[in-house]
């Protein structure tokens, strides 16, 4: 049990909310950069009946499309009234091409697979690639969204844990409560340090890996990057070799 404002509540243990935030659990603010060098962006569409910001079909935009739809959604919650794209199936996502050779790491083939994939689902996403496939509409409503976070924590068996929370995107009180939560949890299970925020626009945790700059091409998170890549290769194989032993 963790106490929460005076009251007692279930609270999932790390090993649980890992196993959600690996089915796809989480959403993140991301910070509008008109410099970058980034051709697209990744994103997900789920049903404007129900505003769950964590289940949807994957969904590759983009610059001229994502800034049609960020037009739209910095004044409120848009929603799409139609979308035409192209559907890959059974193809990656081009993550590579985010994940630049020049910080010096890069995640081994085990790592990649545990990260991304998922039995039984499909490897699929949609690609549009014109604002003119998208039919915006705007209706000045707002999901709830996930607050998350990835810390690194004193457990040998366990170093990096994640969290999670509810909150209410356009309620101060509702954000400041779901950091306040995050910040206690990360205490409560052994933690040492907050490694990724959930606000790319409003740093929230004071996170080692901040997502309002570029973390791959800031000077001050490469060391960060680089190190969490290489403890997640470690972690992985340790996974790896205790899963093997035990069959």
């Not at 490897?123 to 509409?137: D, E, F, N």
């Amino acid at each position: 049990m963790l106490k929460v404002d005076r009251e007692y509540c279930a609270i999932l243990p790390p090993e649980a909310k890992e196993r959600v935030v690996a089915a796809g659990y989480g959403s993140i603010r991301i910070a509008h950069r008109t410099q970058d060098s980034d051709h697209f962006m990744y994103m997900s569409l789920v049903d404007k009946d129900h505003w769950h910001c964590d289940l949807g079909v994957p969904v590759v935009v983009t610059r001229q499309a994502y800034e049609a739809f960020y037009r739209y959604s910095d004044h409120g919650a848009p929603w799409l009234s139609e979308i035409e794209g192209v559907l890959h199936v059974n193809e990656d996502l081009p993550f590579d091409e985010l994940m630049p050779k020049a910080i010096g790491a890069s995640l081994t083939p085990e790592t990649e697979a545990t990260l991304r994939y998922r039995s039984g689902l499909p490897k699929c996403y949609i690609y549009v690639t014109s604002p003119l496939a998208m039919k915006l509409t705007y209706n000045d409503s707002h999901p709830s969204s996930t607050a998350w976070a990835l810390f690194q924590s004193k457990s040998s068996s366990q170093p990096y844990r994640y969290t999670y929370t509810m909150f209410n995107p356009i309620d101060d009180e509702s954000i400041n409560a779901a950091v306040a939560f995050i910040r206690r949890y990360v205490e409560h299970y052994q933690g040492k340090k907050i490694i990724t925020d959930f606000d790319g626009q409003v740093p929230r945790l004071e996170a080692s890996i901040p997502l309002k700059t570029h973390p791959l091409k800031s000077r001050d998170s490469k060391a960060e990057v680089v190190a969490l890549v290489d403890g997640f290769n470690k972690w992985i194989a340790t996974k790896l070799r205790r899963i093997n032993r035990d069959w």
